[in-house]
Nanobody, 126 residues
Framework: QVQLVESGGGLVQAGDSLRLSCAAFGLGVSWFPMAWFRQVSGKERELVAAINWNGGRTYYVDSVKGRFAVSRDNAKNAVYLQMNSLKPEDTAVYYC???????????????????WGQGTQVTVSS
């Protein structure tokens, strides 16, 4: 079992930056694909960014390309999401997820993820 704990959310103004962190406890996640999703109340959960096990492959939803960067530190069992030039439409609860699989690919399907954090709120004011 893996427990994921997100941190780093908050209230910021448009144009500001935030760095989300996701710490994994229990099983090591060094071999697992991981991702950041976000969800606005009443809407489906959306994949924001995904990263393969060694950080060599990443995926971003079009709306965050050039502004967000996903990274991981397998020695620390952690994944990060650097968010720059934040916009009001980035406001959401952000979730970290891990796929209990040994694969080199980036996983983009929510149903493939086995472990989820509790979420951290990001609010961007205009």
């Amino acid at each position: 079992q893996v427990q994921l704990v997100e941190s780093g959310g908050g209230l910021v103004q448009a144009g500001d930056s935030l760095r989300l962190s996701c710490a994994a406890f229990g099983l090591g996640v060094s071999w697992f694909p991981m991702a950041w999703f976000r969800q606005v109340s009443g809407k489906e959960r959306e994949l924001v960014a995904a990263i393969n096990w060694n950080g060599g492959r990443t995926y971003y939803v079009d709306s965050v390309k050039g502004r967000f960067a996903v990274s991981r530190d397998n020695a620390k069992n952690a994944v990060y999401l650097q968010m720059n030039s934040l916009k009001p439409e980035d406001t959401a609860v952000y979730y970290c997820a891990a796929d209990h699989a040994t694969t080199n690919v980036v996983v983009t399907t929510p149903e493939d993820y086995d472990y989820w954090g509790q979420g951290t709120q990001v609010t961007v004011s205009s």
